[in-house]
């Protein structure tokens, strides 16, 4: 099962799918949670974003999500190659600090 977070982005999975979820955050960064009085837990506020069969397509999914909707005007193949690579790289060094080595 997966239960990952990168910035503000939730990555969670059954045995059928994974889903990307964008969490809501305070003015400090950190995610907004609300008390759910049925199940007795405090759940992540969240908008579900996308439904993938598995983590490679979800965060393939996440990436094209970033350049579509990111700040930077994308005009040439260059430039969305370059950012498609910069977010590479960030998923990369954003799991590599978390990895233990050897997994």
Request: negative net charge.
């Amino acid at each position: 099962m997966i239960d990952m977070k990168v910035d503000q982005y939730h990555l969670t999975s059954d045995k059928y799918e994974v889903k990307v979820n964008r969490m809501s955050l305070d003015s400090h960064g950190h995610p907004v949670t609300s008390y759910d009085e049925k199940s007795g837990i405090n759940r992540l506020v969240e908008v579900p974003l996308a439904h993938c069969n598995d983590v490679e397509d979800a965060l393939h999914w996440l990436r094209g999500y970033l350049i579509r909707t990111g700040s930077e005007r994308i005009t040439t193949v260059d430039q969305l190659a370059r950012e498609s690579q910069r977010i590479e790289r960030q998923f990369d060094a954003y799991i590599k600090e978390r990895v233990p080595e050897g997994l």
